[in-house]
């Protein structure tokens, strides 16, 4: 073999394990960010949803039981957006559950522990609410609870049996540079967690 061929088999055999190590690292990092954001969704939870049916319209409650490492984040100032999703969904016998009518609500919370400034907007693509308050604990209990909330009117449903499923989502904000090579990879949110209301029912006309 000559000096020339030795050469290029180096530098094929250094090319070939730079990029074992890359790869290697790369499904590492994947996966450590995996079971990370697996086990923030498996700590957050949804409380209800409640259904109530009144004056002719449904009207649903719920609310949003995040896990102590995101509430550390928020009260260490880092801002978080919740989007609250309300669908109602139609039971079939031999189909799948049908979507019916459904809104949408994006709830944010921001901090500033230097200040004690605790503010807090909801958005329902019509309307911007901003709020202050004077600590964490009342900033979140408003801001993370969807209370007696009009879906829609009993008489733009069918005759049939219903419920209510609430999926809450929060997007992942701020990802660390490194991270930024591999983000097609990851998934796109830092929890995404959904939950169905009992099932109720919607008689015909008398």
Known sequence: MTPRSKLIKIYKQARSNRFFIFQALQLLLITSCLVFLQSLAEATEIKGPDIKIRNGAIYATAALSPNEKIIQDMKNGIAKEF???????????FWPDEFIVGKLLVRTLKCDPVKTEFVATSNDGDILIEKRFKSFESMADWALTIEDLRVTKTQELETGAYYVRVTVESKIRDLPPVIGYFIIFLPEYEFRIRKNSAVFYIEPEK
């Open 83 to 93: 989007r609250f999703y309300i669908d109602i969904f139609r039971i079939w016998e």
